[in-house]
Structures are given as structure tokens and as C-alpha cells.
């Protein structure tokens, strides 16, 4: 499922991306770009995949970001280590359909020590269906924020 | 969401609980009907229901059955009593679309020290939609088969 | 599933409808609660609702004050009317988990002739859970731009 | 996505594949093999994937089966040929968790001229996960049931 990964490197310290269109005018701090199909029972009565699914399209993406790295999500849940999402938003400017081959470049536009910003653009071809940035933080089993983990080498200086 | 409660407890000979197998020939242990309105989301392209939710509405029919009876699934996992689905069959009569209210008979037909049958027919005004029937166990936290809690006051003699 | 219908016309001013944006700043155009449970697959590993699922619920809200106010959105779409997401915006504040009652108020906060901005609070009991913002737009069949019908009674004057 | 293609052929005259076990017991018709990781909204609170999602799979498995044999499910659909399930059983041996990356074999068992039976092994390396059946039938945009497309290549004699 993973295609390729583009770019890894630590963002300049003072970086706050803050909005769609400013987040994606920075280099990121890290990006990966997967390609997959639209699964069936993704699509909608009207044919498109449903505006909900993007987000699962996105959290794929930043899973998959995370292994090109050289982490495991589903290690760091065994670990007790979690990522919750505090915060989401999707542009959508085109229908995907059923069958359809997507790619999705997911970036990693900013770190603290307890959060991290993606970007997202959805394509289909040259053509862009979506963009999205969401926030996530770091919590422990119980939900409490707690640092992430140096071990992920991705956190603000 | 659930609409009514029409029989708990043994039934009288009789029950007109005809079914997929020998499992639904018999009188239901308990029985219980829900009502529901499909959700935009569960419908696919061609407009009608994906198959796979109905197993989806089935465990809505058992949860809703037990709560019926007095008991919470939710209570039961934090209690760390499981139940697995360990087989599952569906026969498709008639499609569901989207907005379509929907009534579920669930039906306690089968019960053992660590197993539960249900059988399930799911109906659009009178109209027969699909029917199904599911094998359910008894499992702990790490998956391992236990017996089903007597409180539940659902076992084989 | 539908609980309650609190507001439905121009209300006065001075309604609390805080929110992630001036949209919200404003009374709302309509306004609707309802009421549901969570559902066993609507949650996660964690076992909480996935974030994804949220925008589902946002859906089922606008979709009965739709119905609130005597629309119903499987009959437009059977005229060729459709709506589609173009924005949405979701803040998580606290978890929602499996059996949890919600309660989901929608409110329409802007009507253009084309396009509808939705803010929702999703709470339970009287914790706010998370916090929304969706822009829909009319479209046909084909997905091309058309007038929301004046028989909706909710468009820019 | 798709792995491997192991086998196609015209099963033997006279082939009634009734029974989970049967059914696989007999040639198949074709044979195709996809690997898949699981997705993380795919898992439920116990931290496996729920029941209803093997069904989803199975799907994805028919239709890479189809586009191995150089048809295009999606293409169907735009010609105005339908599949739809009518029956649908699934035996669970074993959880699937998250990240975990599975094998599914989809058999065609039996073709006649308007129903096509399947059987399913889902397996993590060596181990059985779960094992399926499903009948699918042939229907127009309508939901009549039509013949196969001869160019489909896989009918009954």
C-alpha cells in the first residue's frame, strides 16, 4: 500500500502552521505519499465515497507515515502510548468513486512535545479531491496527555 | 431506539419460529423486537443496504435482547465477560434503502453453558428482508472460553 | 432516535450559539436535538467512538432537522436534489464510548441559495464531546451546482 | 493489493458445491489471493476486527477475483449488471487485529447462469482465521435477476 516517501527532515525551529493554506506553504517536518483503491461499501447511494471516510483515509495515511519512519503504531498502542485526535477539517472539492486509485500525501507540518499537525491531499490522478489537517496529541491508557516519546524522533526542539 | 418487548422468558409450545435450521423450530428462550432507521452511510452505490450490516443490526438485536432482560453488555465487558461471534449466516430476501424503518426480531433460540444461537428476521413494514442466525460464546478478556455468568439466568439446565 | 425539536424558525436574538466561528456567532436559522446510542462497531481499539464516526452523526442530525421542519432528504434525492459536503470542521473535547446515550444538537446558521452551514454540539448529559461545523452544497444529479428549492423554505432572501 | 492468481478453469459438469466443507473439497472454477492489512476503524473495543467487516473483505476478494480474470466490477456496474448477495456465511476460527496483514482466498466454486457460489480462507501466515461462503446473483439496475454475461467467461454449461 505504501509508495514512496518523499521527505524527512526536522522543521525549523519558531514553525507554526496554523490554517489549510498556510500549513502546506512550509516544508514539512516529514511526508509519505500511499496510493490505494476506493473499497465498495466506502461509496455512498450517489456513488462517492462518503465525506466521512476521508478522515479514515487520512488516519491510514498517517499510520503509514509513521511506519516509513520506522515506527509501528499498533507497537506504540502496545506500549501504552496513544494518539487521540483533538481536531479535523476537510476541504472537499471532488467526488472519489468506487474503484477508484487514490493517492494520499500525508504531511507532518508541525511537532510539539505533545502534538502533531498533518496536512492531507487526496488525488486521483493530477486531480485533487480533497485537502484535510487534523491535530493530534499524545495520551497515555487513561487519556491523559503525556509527552511523545523521544524514541519517535519527531518533537519540537 | 428500542420499540417494544414482546416476549421474555419461555414461550408456550407453539411458537411459529419457523427458521434456517432445526435451531429456530423450536419456542424461543427469549425474544425481543427493535425498530430502526437506516442511516445514510449503511446504503452503497446501487442505493440499498451493504450486506455486511446486517450482521451490523443483528448485534444491535442481541445488545438490545439483553438490555431487554435487564442486563448490559457494556457492564459485562467491564465485568470482563466477552461474547464472540463464532458463526454467522444470513439469507437476503428484499433490499433496504436508505431512510427505510426497519423492525428486527431477535430470538434467543439456543443456549449452553458457553454459547448462545440467536435467530434474526428483519422485516420493512410486512415485507421479509433477510433472515439470519448466529452462534455467539462466552469468552474471557484474552479470549479464552469461559462459562456464560449465571446472572444472566440464560444457561442449559 | 428523534428526541426533541427545540427551535425551528428565526430565533431571537441573543441566543447562546457559541461556536468555532462567527458562523455560530449568529441565532440560528433552525435548530434540532436528537437522541441516540452508540453502537458496538462505532467504536475503536480504545473503545472509543472513532473520530471519523462523528461526521456520520453530524449527518444523521442534519438529516432530521431536515425531517423536523417536514423534508424529507431520501425524497429530494429522488427529485434529483443532493446535497454535498464541501467543508467540515470537527473539535474533540472528551470521548464518547460503546452504549453511551448522546444527545446531538444541530443547528442551520447560514442559508445562501446554493449552500447551508451547519454548527453541531454533540454532548452527554451535560458534557459537550465534541463540536462541528459543516458547509453542504445543492447539487444535481450530476453533481453540477443547482438552487436549493425554494420549497425547503430555508434560503437567502 | 492483489497477490497472485493460482488457478482458473471450467469446473467439471454436474457441480453442486453445497456445504462449507463440501465446497471446498471440489476444483474451483478460479482461485485468486490477495494480502490486505487491517485498517484501524476495522477493530472494535476488544481490539479485533468485527465480525461484520469479514463479509467486507470477502467482497474486496470477489472483486479482485473478477479483475484477475480481466473484468472490472466497477465497468459492470456502469453496464447496468449487478451482483447482489443472497446468502452469506462466515465461520470465525481465530481474531484479526489491527495492522495485522492477511491473506484472503476466494474461490469460485460453482457458476450457474444467473448465481455464482464463493468460498473464502482468510489466514494471518499459517493460521485460519475465518472461513466463508456466499451465493451472488445476477440482477439489472431494477434488482430483476438476469443471466451472467457470457463474456464474463464463467457460466454453467
Redesign the interface.
Known amino acids: ?1 505504501v509508495a514512496e516517501r518523499r521527505t524527512v527532515g526536522r522543521v525549523a525551529p519558531g514553525g507554526d502552521t496554523r490554517g489549510m493554506s498556510e500549513a502546506t506553504d512550509r516544508p514539512p517536518i516529514a511526508e509519505h505519499v500511499i496510493t ?2 476506493v ?3 466506502e ?6 465515497v ?4 476521508f ?2 483515509y487520512f ?2 495515511g498517517r ?1 503509514e507515515l509513521l511506519r516509513s519512519l520506522g515506527h ?3 507497537d506504540l ?1 502496545r506500549q501504552g502510548v ?1 494518539f ?9 472539492r471532488a ?1 472519489a ?3 477508484d486509485v487514490l493517492t494520499l500525501t500525508t504531511r507532518l507540518v508541525r511537532a510539539t512535545h505533545v502534538r502533531y499537525d498533518h496536512s492531507y491531499e487526496l488525488r486521483r490522478d493530477g486531480t485533487l479531491l480533497a485537502e484535510g489537517q487534523t491535530t493530534i496529541a499524545c495520551v497515555d491508557r487513561a ?1 491523559q496527555l503525556i509527552a511523545i516519546p523521544e524514541s519517535l524522533g519527531m518533537t519540537a526542539p
Open positions: 500500500m490505494f483503491r473499497r465498495y461499501p461509496t455512498d447511494p450517489v456513488g462517492v462518503h465525506h466521512s471516510r478522515l479514515q488516519e491510514m499510520i509501528s503504531y499498533a498502542e496513544f487521540v485526535v483533538t481536531r479535523a477539517e476537510v476541504r472537499y467526488p468513486r468506487f474503484d487519556g
